[in-house]
Structure formats: C-alpha cells, structure tokens
C-alpha cells in the first residue's frame, strides 16, 4: 500500500472531528457541578469531550457546539441531564474493593453489634456504581448472618447515574471481573454461563434479594434512605466534590447512622479540618459518637 492510500483509509483527519472549545466546557462543567457536585477543573476538558463524544454521535449532532446548544434548549434540559451525569461520572469499582474494609466489618463491626442484640443489621452503600460493592457486602453479611444468631439484615445502595444502577441491577459480570472473589464465595454466589461465548456470571437470586438499588443525589439536602443505619459505605466518591460539598454530605451521611455506627471512606478521603460527629477506627474508617 502506498502512503496516499494508507493515509486514505488508515488515519482519520483530526481536522474533521470536532473539538469542545474552552467556553462551551466551562458551560457544561457549571452545570454538571449544579446537577451533581462533581468539580470538573480545566485540565478535565480533554476526558470530558471524549466522555461526551458518544452523546454527540447518538444524537445525531455533528459538534459539541450543537451538543451545548440541545443540552440548554427546553428539550435538551428535559431529556439530556441523565445521559450527560450517566456520561460524565466515574464509575471505576471492583468486588472487595479496599479489602481491608470488608476484613474490618468481619472481624471488628459485626461481633460489636451482635453483642447490641439489634433485630435487624442495615447497612448503606452510597455511591455503589455497578453493584460490585454492596453486592460485595451482602456476601460478607450472608457468610456471617449463617452462623449468628443475629439474621436478618439489609442493604441499600444508591448512585446518580441510572445507567450505572441499571448494571447494578442486572447482577451480570465479566469473569475476569469477579476473579478477586474467593473461590468458594464465587461459587456459593454466582452462577457461570454455560454458554463459552458468553465469558459472564451473574450474582445469584437470594444475594440480589438483598439488595434495594435507588438513586440518590448525595449534594440533595434529604436523602430516601432510612436512619438508625450500622454502617455506611461511601467510598471513592467524595474525591469528585469540594471540601465544602464533602462536609455538607457527610453531615447529612452522618445524620443517617444510629451512635456506634460505621463509616467507610475510601483510601485517600478523610474528615480531617471538618466539624463531623465522628471519631477515627481504623483506616478511612469512622464511628459515630
Ligand atoms: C468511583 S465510583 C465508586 C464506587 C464504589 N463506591 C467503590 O468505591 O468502588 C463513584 C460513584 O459515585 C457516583 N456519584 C458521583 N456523584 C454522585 C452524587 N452527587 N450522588 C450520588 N452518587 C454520585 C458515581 O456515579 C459513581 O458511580
């Protein structure tokens, strides 16, 4: 192949895709942090126009500038801010994520609370993402509640994006993605396609039963989420929001558990500098007193 061909065929001419331009991202990155609390700096507007890109294809739109323009039109307003907060978030999460946390609630949190003799443990995952996390919890929670006296449990978990929550909700994972799971649980709890083209498993029914997914606004002032909670979880989410923002919601997190109960943050969050009724237990972990 000559060079004029391969150019031709091989190389897309970077002239002919469109850029977002500084104004129109610090347009979008006001919005997303009004809709979500998500602070998008300058630096961030290479990763936002290629998050974006497939919103533009989807709709037909030629540029950003156009996509800027629908997105603030009556229709845009109406039907584009859940697919810009379902495009523009992180939803980076793993099974026993930050394991330690999962080690700590089994050894540390569960006997404390047992002694407590509570009718029911509740437990929140508030930025679950795809699912991996509470589901991730209510492994930990079956294998203990098996052989407690204590046995009635639930979970809660909530995100912002729907599109991540509809994952969650279908419970289906790559195989490579549950590999971290030990071998036992894994069997225990998840069921393999029989099917080879389909390298996938799904979390069985009675561990989905568990699990009651809604979506929660964390900058919201109230939350859809009962109190009197043993633990939460919310880890890796406050990164994304200013300390300010990161006070308010852990405030109104901290409102959420009953007095000895836990928080979990993720490795680089922490409270420090902020006015919490809260004490340090162990690494990124907090109790309310
Ligand atoms: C990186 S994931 C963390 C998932 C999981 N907690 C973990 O540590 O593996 C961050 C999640 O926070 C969610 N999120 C971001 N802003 C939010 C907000 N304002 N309210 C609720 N969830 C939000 C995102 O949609 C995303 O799924």
Known sequence: MDLKSFNRFEIPDPRTRSCLKITEFNRLSTEINKLCGIKLPDSKLVMV??????????????????????????????????????????????????????????????????????????????????????????????????????????????????????????????????????????????MKYKDPAKPQARVCPGIRSLVNFSRVNLIEDEYDVPGDLDVVFCRNVLIYFDKATQEKVLGRISAKLRTGGYLFLGHSESILGMNLPLKRAAMTVYKKV
Request: proline fraction near 3%; aromatic fraction near 12%.
């Open 49 to 190: 126009e290629g998050r974006l890109r497939r919103r533009v294809k989807v709709l037909g739109l030629e540029t950003f500038e156009e996509y800027v323009k629908y997105l603030f039109s009556e229709t845009g307003a109406k039907h584009e801010m859940v697919p810009l907060i379902d495009a523009i978030t992180t939803n980076k999460t793993d099974f026993f994520r930050e394991n330690a946390h999962f080690e700590f609630l089994r050894s540390a949190v569960l006997p404390e609370v047992e002694k407590l003799q509570r009718n029911i443990f509740l437990a929140w995952s508030a930025g679950c993402s795809t699912g991996e996390e509470p589901y991730s919890l209510a492994i930990v929670l079956s294998e203990y509640f098996e052989k407690s006296k204590m046995h009635s449990f639930s979970i809660f978990a909530s995100d912002i994006s729907t599109e991540a929550l509809n994952k969650a909700i279908d419970a289906i994972y790559s195989l490579e993605c549950i590999e971290v799971i030990p071998m036992d649980l894994k069997k225990k709890y998840l």
